[in-house]
T-cell receptor, first 112, second 111 residues
């Protein structure tokens, strides 16, 4: 059973607010990822990290930022939320020697 | 990263076998083929991975021909709970830090 957690699970917030989506894993995985997915649509990679203090932007441009200060923690921050940020955000991690990504339960964000 | 092409959707009935073929014509020598399953409102879940020939686990089988330019995920005797989106990914775990999910194949299992 994968041990990767995301909080909050659901968030409704007003335009202009700063938000941080939390993602933590207890498996000691080096690689972590953030994906954005609208209902019924494909997953888009927005950020990834291959270790502490390393982060890269993904395939889809995003106004969010990430940090990786500890191996187990990979938070995503939106400085000023907008309705266009409404989506589901999925965090994942994997071991460097494996293709198997473990996904968290996701955060469904609604910006009003 | 090798680009993959798979059907947008497939319908099936309970008890039937479902085969989803993924094309990856520019697969590299070090690339592995991985399949994920995603239920609505959940993150994807790893199903199976292979390099060549046939791989089988308790969930599915993966058939890869000698030229490796395609692969087929086989789901035996599907049930309603197998209704999901199935993604084919190709990549080299040693060199690549990211795995790109395409549109996937939406499988609908009918009673």
């Amino acid at each position: 059973e994968a041990d990767i957690y995301q909080t909050p699970r659901y968030l409704v917030i007003g335009t202009g607010k700063k938000i941080t989506l939390e993602c933590s894993q207890t498996m000691g995985h080096d690689k972590m990822y953030w994906y954005q997915q609208d209902p019924g649509m494909e997953l888009h990679l927005i950020h990834y990290s291959y270790g502490v203090n390393s982060t890269e932007k993904g395939d889809l441009s995003s106004e969010s930022t990430v940090s990786r200060i500890r191996t187990e923690h990979f938070p995503l921050t939106l400085e000023s939320a907008r309705p266009s940020h409404t989506s589901q955000y999925l965090c994942a991690s994997r071991d460097r020697y494996s293709y198997e990504q473990y996904f968290g339960p996701g955060t469904r964000l609604t910006v009003t | 990263l090798a680009k993959t092409t798979q059907p947008i959707s497939m319908d099936s009935y309970e008890g039937q076998e479902v085969n989803i073929t993924c094309s990856h014509n520019n697969i590299a020598t070090n690339d592995y083929i991985t399949w994920y399953q995603q239920f609505p409102s959940q993150g994807p879940r790893f199903i199976i991975q292979g390099y060549k020939t046939k791989v089988t686990n308790e969930v599915a089988s993966l058939f890869i021909p000698a030229d490796r330019k395609s692969s087929t995920l086989s789901l035996p005797r599907v049930s309603l709970s197998d209704t999901a989106v199935y993604y084919c990914l190709v990549g080299d775990k040693a060199a690549g830090n990211k795995l790109t999910f395409g549109g996937g194949t939406r499988v609908l299992v009918k009673p």
